[in-house]
């Protein structure tokens, strides 16, 4: 370390390395039968390199079982985290317990200490991935913890409650391969996490086999303007141009559909687009939207009930929640 900025549990995690989730299993004495002996010899070894001290105000706060947890997400604006609130606040009901939504301020990124801005005592963190950075200031507290979201086999991780998006993802392409569709092009969430990371894998793998097929991908923002942009790009571009978008998200589809509507194109008989998560946009949008319907609220009662087996010093086990294609106007035959 140089200078005088105090060392956090990113940068023991760094030079031990591991993830920021052993870091607060050993350092919060929640390691055993989850890290090995040798992993957790190296993080206290790192923690006493860089003089590193857990944050003893969090860890009180953590002390005091205050029947309180911490669900972190990236915004308040998104549907689908909305019901993953329901979710977990309804599990934590039954339990005596509240749930506290901690939002990353600007949307998709790093935010602020919660422990400064939320002003509460928490017993326990839920945290999607797609805000891992604010798990930073949670992380020194030694803080019970499960992923949302997030890499099942990140070494050393905590507990994970995923969607089976590679299976929602199969599910679009071999729907639209069977319409006869070859051309594709991904419109790519812009978001470097192990969800947007899995769907870009699977549709290559998935698309890959097919003789004849032609996958191009486009990566954009989350919204509906940089998706239309996006989706503008892929139908001018050179080459033939795709008769299917495959889309992230319902938002991102919404963007596409003005897209194709901008240049002419209809939907789905000269393009089929495809949406991911089935917002009520999916029918507000005309045509209505194919897309994968995901249990946001089991998403958020699955993390609750794991986050209380830790709080019960039962081991929680990752679990993965099934998604179901729902099929609508916005695709269709592949144009001759």
Not at 74 to 93: I, Q, S
Not at 189 to 206: I, K
């Amino acid at each position: 370390m140089t200078g005088s900025a105090r060392p956090t549990s990113r940068d023991v995690a760094r030079v031990a390395g591991v993830s920021q989730a052993t870091v607060s299993l050993v350092l919060g004495g929640k390691w055993r039968g989850r890290v090995s002996e040798r992993t957790a010899t190296a993080v206290r070894e790192a923690a006493g390199e860089l003089g590193y001290r857990p944050n003893l105000a969090a860890r009180s706060l953590r002390l005091g079982r205050t029947r309180t947890a911490l669900l972190v997400v990236p915004a308040l604006t998104h549907e689908y985290f909305a019901r993953v609130y329901t979710g977990a606040a309804g599990v934590a009901a039954e339990h005596g317990f509240g749930v506290v939504l901690y939002p990353s301020p600007t949307g998709v990124g790093p935010a602020r200490d919660p422990f400064g801005s939320a002003r509460a005592a928490i017993d326990g963190v839920i945290a999607s991935s797609m805000a891992a950075d604010a798990l930073t200031g949670i992380g020194d507290g030694g803080l019970p913890l499960v992923m949302l979201d997030s890499d099942p086999a990140a070494p050393g991780g905590a507990p994970t409650v995923n969607l089976a998006v590679a299976d929602g993802i199969r599910q679009v392409a071999r729907h639209l391969l069977a319409l006869g569709h070859r051309r594709f092009t991904h419109l790519a969430g812009d978001v470097d996490t192990w969800t947007f990371r899995t769907r870009s894998q699977t549709v290559a793998a998935e698309l890959g086999v097919v003789p004849g097929t032609v996958l191009r991908a486009e990566r954009c923002a989350l919204d509906v303007a940089s998706a239309r942009e996006a989706a503008v790009r892929a139908l001018t571009g050179p080459g033939p141009r795709p008769t299917a978008l495959i889309c992230d998200g319902d938002i991102l589809a919404a963007g596409a559909c003005k897209a194709a509507r901008g240049l002419g194109l209809r939907v789905p008989d000269d393009l089929s687009v495809s949406g991911f998560d089935d917002l009520s946009l999916a029918t507000a949008i005309d045509p209505e939207l194919t897309t994968v319907r995901l249990p946001a609220e089991a998403v958020g009662a699955r993390g609750m009930a794991a986050l209380l087996a830790l709080l019960d010093d039962t081991p929680a086990t990752g679990d993965e929640l099934p998604v179901e294609l729902v099929i609508r106007a916005s695709t269709g035959p592949a144009p001759a």
